[in-house]
């Protein structure tokens, strides 16, 4: 499988050239409060079939051993790493440029849903941008 993406300035961009282990969306706080989402969709690599270049991106260390990359720029999460995942490195589904090809097929985390994700089913959907008034 190989893929591209990128951050929402294109600062960074990737490519992904190899085998997806695993594909989920989560719902744990830190990926959340990361992203700034209700949900955040990951796509699992061997670390070395990803090329970007890594002075762009900027690492913060949310939790021992954990590493979370985004832009610099715009602050756009891409990747996570963690020592427990030795050689594998997590992307954001939604920085690849055709999102769709890369299929969450599992929720993980699921005991920290929000409400809003709970009641996703049932909100009336639009669209686009309702009209105000």
């Given at each position: 499988?190989?893929?591209?993406?990128?951050?929402?300035?294109?600062?960074?961009?990737?490519?992904?050239?190899g085998?997806?282990?695993?594909?989920?969306?989560?719902?744990?706080p830190?990926?959340?409060?990361?992203?700034?989402?209700?949900?955040?969709?990951?796509?699992?690599?061997?670390?070395?079939?990803?090329?970007?270049?890594?002075?762009?991106?900027?690492?913060?260390?949310?939790?021992?051993?954990?590493?979370?990359?985004?832009?610099?720029?715009?602050?756009?999460?891409?990747?996570?790493?963690?020592?427990?995942?030795?050689?594998?490195?997590?992307?954001?589904?939604e920085?690849?440029?055709?999102?769709?090809?890369?299929?969450?097929?599992?929720?993980?985390?699921?005991?920290?849903?929000?409400?809003?994700?709970?009641?996703?089913?049932?909100?009336?959907?639009?669209?686009?941008?309702?009209?105000?008034?």
């Amino acid at each position: 499988m190989r893929l591209s993406g990128g951050c929402q300035c294109g600062t960074v961009r990737f490519q992904v050239d190899g085998e997806l282990h695993y594909a989920a969306v989560c719902h744990c706080p830190s990926c959340r409060k990361s992203a700034g989402a209700p949900i955040v969709g990951w796509a699992l690599f061997e670390a070395d079939c990803l090329q970007t270049d890594r002075s762009r991106l900027c690492v913060y260390e949310s939790s021992p051993g954990v590493r979370r990359s985004f832009c610099g720029q715009c602050g756009t999460t891409l990747f996570f790493e963690a020592d427990y995942l030795e050689g594998l490195v997590d992307i954001t589904t939604e920085s690849f440029d055709d999102p769709d090809s890369v299929r969450p097929w599992e929720q993980i985390w699921t005991q920290h849903r929000t409400d809003c994700v709970k009641r996703l089913a049932d909100m009336p959907g639009h669209e686009a941008l309702p009209p105000r008034g």
